[in-house]
């Protein structure tokens, strides 16, 4: 496989880009798998260290998926739903983490939060990813691979601004 293989098969999140109907909700379902995997670890040092280094690995991944496939943001490049997602989960994990709750023990995203919170923040990451509430469309403006993720990353912190409301 060529590297320029490679990258397109990162970028476009193991193929989950590839779907010929909303490639980006695909990506986001990846995303939770990833944030599951990420939490079930218990460790919130590997969470967050794991959630940062995704997110730059994504900026230079989506970077040259740009370069390769000749297009800005091309829909098939989903690795910037992919490392958002996690970072969807911030003020669930930061909420349990100072009101003396346990991040040890859980499994996947459940972890003992009710069922409903890893759907509402799927569904919450997909409105503010496709309707795009100031500044996530501006981020998209961003050259090369930064424009790509960071208007993931702000609907992130849309998705934990209304978890703020939530979760008190």
Known sequence: M????????????????????????????VGMAWAALLMSTGNPWLLWGAALAGVAGAVWVSGEAERI???????????DEIVAIPLCFAVPWWSRAVGGGSHEGGVGLLGGWPWWLPCLVFVLFRVFDI????????????PGGWGVVADDVLAALWVNAVLLLVVR
């Open 2 to 29: 060529s590297r320029d293989a490679v990258v397109i098969w990162l970028a476009q999140g193991l193929g989950s880009g590839r779907a010929s109907k909303a490639p980006g909700t695909w990506g986001s379902l």
């Open 69 to 79: 496939l000749g297009s800005h943001d091309p829909g098939s490049v989903v690795i």
């Open 131 to 142: 309707a795009k509430p100031w500044p996530v469309r501006q981020a998209q403006r961003l």
